[in-house]
């Protein structure tokens, strides 16, 4: 059996129908497990995780992003993450018996069927991508929807992969790339400072000199009137959990702040947890359900079909 996971992010945090109904779509085809849902009020976001087989996955994530576009208006959204469509990302994670290579054959597909049936501009980033420059998703983001419309016009490096060169009116563009097991860890500082958010996020980052896989924003959440550390870490084996957490640790002690608490936004791997105690790190609501290794053994155990690129 081939397995895939896919982490697509949805720029839509704060109204939970909307979600639901857009998680749906991962519930009504055979061969899907619906794994993570997770939304937050300040980035405005959602994240949802699936795993199953190749075709399938793919053909949920195409329904969903058709919900999101039917559902979401840009037009309309304020949140503090960087997003450029309603479907923001659609990252597609080889898991079981499947290379990189065929889930970037995959994103080609999916990327050419949703540009082609949705009107949506769609680029290739990670894997995917056809262009250096797009190899960065950031680089993709840069200037976000708002402004992403003048760099289409303006710059011949920025236009999409596949679909019109033009940004659709209400649901933005999308990304889909391929790449390895991501983390996607946040630490919230007991502070208002951005400044040192920023400074810190900085200094961590591995294009800064910092952790290796490590990418970093410094962010502020007006709910939660505080600052926060948001990463992602690319490599976990290189670059543990544990090490990032000890690395804000240090630098927000150095300017007399505390950590509030800490976030994994989908799933991890246990070895991304580098043995550690969860408590040491400050780590919320983890149950065994956040590891990826419990889903990929439970998606072998009730997954039967076979779906053969």
Do not use: W
């Not at 065994?288 to 889903?295: A, E, K």
């Amino acid at each position: 059996m081939q397995l895939i996971e896919c982490v697509p992010n949805f720029s839509e945090g704060r109204d939970p129908i909307i979600v639901n109904e857009i998680a749906g779509e991962f519930r009504n085809l055979p061969d899907v497990l619906l794994i993570g849902q997770e939304m937050d009020y300040d980035h405005n976001r959602s994240v949802i995780t699936c795993i199953g087989s190749p075709h399938s996955v793919v053909s949920a994530v195409y329904n969903a992003c058709r919900k999101a576009k039917e559902l979401i208006d840009l037009r309309n959204h304020h949140g503090v993450h960087p997003r450029i469509g309603a479907t923001d990302v659609i990252p597609l994670v080889p898991l079981r018996n499947i290379s990189m290579s065929d889930c970037v054959d995959l994103s080609y597909k999916l990327g050419h069927k949703i540009a082609k049936d949705m009107e949506i501009p769609v680029y290739l980033y990670g894997s995917a991508s056809k262009r250096f420059h797009n190899k960065s998703l950031a680089d993709i983001r840069r200037g976000e929807f708002e402004y992403l419309q003048q760099l289409i016009l303006n710059k011949s490096d920025n236009k999409p992969d596949f679909g019109p060169s033009t940004i659709h009116p209400s649901a933005g563009a999308i990304a889909i790339g391929v790449r390895d097991i991501l983390v996607a860890f946040n630490v919230n500082l007991r502070s208002k400072d951005i400044d040192m958010a920023r400074m810190i996020a900085r200094e961590i980052r591995e294009s800064n000199g910092g952790l290796p896989g490590v990418k970093a924003l410094g962010l502020k959440l007006s709910q939660k009137k505080c600052v926060q550390i948001s990463m992602n870490i690319t490599d976990y084996k290189q670059t543990s959990i544990p090490e990032v957490y000890r690395f804000i640790k240090r630098k927000a002690n150095s300017n007399r702040v505390e950590i509030l608490e800490c976030e994994l936004i989908g799933l991890a791997p246990i070895q991304a947890f580098n043995q550690s105690n969860l408590a040491d790190i400050q780590l919320k609501n983890m149950t065994p359900s956040r590891y990826l290794d419990y889903h990929i053994k439970r998606a072998e155990g009730i997954l039967h079909h076979t779906d053969n690129i």
